[in-house]
């Protein structure tokens, strides 16, 4: 159980356009996701939590505009990079939790997001 | 405030040897910990969690934690390490709510033939 499946797993596009991440939980409701990013040989950076039916709320330093978080079910949360540079370039990977206590984070595959 | 460190970002053991990776952590209140297991270009993978009951934790593919609290430690082990273990493993720690979690650097496990 816990499964949560992102797409795509890799994206390759040209500076200045958009690219929509999508992250789904399979078999629970997430009322909660996590979106993080991770760069080379580096830990993650949460850049925001995504909670269902409400604005995200992003980490200090993280731009809103630039990066567009909608929840809009309890098993969908997407991550929209706008105008997208080089230096957006990363993995990006998102996380849900379980309703109830002590359910930890169950994380996605990732995606290795390259701007050209 | 909450942070975690993870002593050694590069760990190589041989093939049967026993696997320490090292967790200390701060917290202003009782935490939660955990360790991931990460594999090249995927997410992360829950090995193991501590939640306030039993200070030895035993997760899956053989590892297990030990909470310490007059240590503030949380290190992973294992008895006898298995190539398939080569990945990076990161611990983290999150307050009562698990909605905030903070990681460690990391530590990418080497397993030598």
């Known amino acids: 159980g816990a499964v949560v499946s992102q797409h795509p797993s890799w994206v390759i596009c040209k500076s200045g356009t958009s690219v929509k991440i999508e992250c789904r939980s399979l078999?629970?409701?997430?009322?909660?996701m996590f979106w993080y990013r991770q760069f080379p040989k580096q830990s993650l950076m949460l850049m925001a939590t995504s909670n269902e039916g409400s604005k995200a709320t992003y980490e200090q330093g993280v731009e809103k505009d630039k990066f567009l978080i909608n929840h809009a079910s309890l098993t969908l949360s997407t991550l929209t990079v706008t105008s997208a540079h080089p230096e957006d370039s990363s993995f990006y990977i998102c996380?849900?939790?379980?309703?109830?206590?002590?359910?930890?984070?169950?994380f996605g595959d990732g995606t290795r997001l390259s701007i050209l | 405030a909450q942070s975690v460190t993870q002593l050694g970002s590069h760990v190589s053991v041989s093939e049967g040897a026993l696997v320490l990776l090292r967790c200390n952590y701060s917290?202003?209140?009782?935490?939660?910990l955990f360790w991931y297991v990460q594999y090249p270009n995927q997410g992360l993978q829950l090995l193991l969690k501590y939640t306030s009951a039993a200070t030895l934790v035993k997760g899956i593919n053989g590892f297990e934690a030990e909470f310490k609290k007059s240590e503030t430690s949380f290190h992973l082990t294992k008895p006898s390490a298995h190539m398939s273990d080569a990945a990076e493993y990161f611990c983290?720690?999150?307050?009562?709510?698990?909605?905030?979690?903070?990681f460690g650097s990391g530590t990418k496990l080497n397993v030598k033939p």
């Open positions: 983290a720690v999150s307050l009562y709510n698990f909605n905030k979690f903070y």
């Open positions: 917290s202003s209140v009782p935490p939660y």
């Open positions: 078999d629970f409701q997430a009322t909660t």
């Open positions: 996380s849900a939790r379980d309703e109830g206590p002590h359910q930890p984070q169950h």
